[in-house]
């Protein structure tokens, strides 16, 4: 009985939300306060989920202008990935007598593709195309083998984003080939997702597949593209050459969050009507809740709690950004931003195609803690004699079966600090000196970055990152 209630006492601790002082952080624009959060809450996560603080650590340094520091830190949240393919028998046994937090946080398909992202984007921010490179070739090797793994059409096999992120760090580098060849890619993800990830392909990658495909002499591909898009203006790779080129890339809202989601189950008359009386409550996943929870249900010994994840989205109000690029003279030229990346599906298609699995696993683990609980029970009273066992059986029961009901807890980690949205936006400019300005729009928007200076050189392409929180 000893074991058995230290093992279901395993996943019952309170779990501190930090995400609530890093969004603070962020909306008051100190991002470095944020990556020191994180920083200084490394023992929070715990060992169970050092790829999550590695992977929100990451982010936020990213997000405060510390670049290289991002790279190291998602370089070995890279490795924690690979790391993490395999198990230990310790660890699952752990999860099936508790709940899936007692086991490593292996992250999401969609999050290993946004560590060499936010990678990529870490050194072309920095003007390092080279490495920016580097990551984009990882991303399609890992998004080849996602291809190969997941065989149904409809599942997050492809990255419409990642794939056109990697077309333009191509194209900045002068290797038109592999430009073509992500443009063509990014096109053909974005299509296929479309239906669920809500997101239709960026209107200017129809003037990058054009551009590419004229300048490699694809003269069937060019045709196909022009007749697709027949109302495109675009300028063929030599009229762009001794322009310079402006990327925004920015990161709206806040990605979805996780909550609990309970079941309680009844095995008898007596623990429906119970249920039902205390239905109003038990869905919350309020701390006092569960402890209340768990003793009437301990006490009636009939209930069997199963919880489940649920999404809460959190909408970004930015429906674009504009921005704006002021010459020497005065002359402003100014771009809209397009969609290009829609976080919160991802999270809502991954979790939707891995529901059946918890699910299942997640009603194995309330049988097998009930089964467990009642044979302590039984055995406890067995032990005690026939005078002491109606005492002993409420006693162990109240603590082994309300503990099994404590301990039930949905997996509700995920990479929060990542946006609901990534918005793109492209400016192309004669060689020079300009001031930037960037304004989200939208109700209650306030400027996002305003008076930047740049100096642009000719064929030369310059990333801005920036974070809104609305």
Known sequence: MIVVSQTLLTGCGPSVNRYFLIEQSLLAGDPARAAAIVEQTEKEYGAKS??????????????????????????????????????????????????????????????????????????????????????????????????????????????????????????????????????????????????????????????????????????????????????????????????????????????????????????SLDALQLVLLNRGFSQSSHQRNRAADSVLYGLNGRVVRVALPRLVPQKTQVPFESMTLTDAAGNPITVRSELAHNVTALAEKSLSDRMPAITAKALARAATKFALAEG?????????????????????????????????????RSWQTLPDEIHVARAWVSAGEYRISIRPFGQGMAVGKEGQSLNLAPGQTTFIIQRVMQ
Not at 90 to 100: G, I
Not at 385 to 400: M, N, S, Y
């Open 376 to 412: 302590a029970t039984r055995g406890a009273q067995q032990a005690a004699g026939r005078d002491a066992a109606p005492w002993v059986g409420l006693i162990v029961g109240l603590l082994t079966k309300g503990l099994a009901v404590a301990s039930e807890e949905a997996d509700k």
């Open 50 to 267: 050092r790829l999550l603080y590695e992977m929100d650590r990451g982010m936020t340094l990213q997000l405060s202008g510390q670049y290289q520091q991002s790279s190291a830190v998602l370089e070995q949240a890279e490795e924690e990935v690979e790391r993490l393919y395999t198990r230990t028998i310790r660890s699952e046994t752990a999860a099936f007598l508790t709940n899936d937090n007692a086991l490593p946080y292996e992250g999401d398909a969609y999050e290993h593709v946004m560590i060499n992202v936010v990678k990529a984007l870490n050194y072309a921010a920095q003007g390092q195309l080279r490495e920016a490179l580097v990551e984009a070739r990882r991303i399609d090797h890992r998004l080849n083998v996602l291809s190969d793994k997941v065989k149904e059409g409809s599942g997050y096999r492809n990255d419409g984003f990642a794939r056109y992120l990697s077309g333009i760090l191509y194209e900045a580098a002068g290797d038109l080939n592999n430009a073509f060849i992500a443009y063509r890619n990014a096109f053909e993800a974005y299509e296929a997702m479309r239906g669920w990830l809500r997101v239709p392909y960026p209107p200017s990658l129809r003037s990058d597949l054009l551009r590419t495909a004229e300048a490699l002499h694809l003269s069937t591909e060019f045709e196909g593209y022009r007749q697709a898009f027949p109302d495109v203006v675009w300028q063929p790779v030599s009229a762009q050459q001794q322009l310079a080129q402006v990327v925004l890339i920015s990161y709206n809202g806040r990605a979805p969050r996780k909550e609990d989601r309970y079941f309680d189950l009844p095995i």
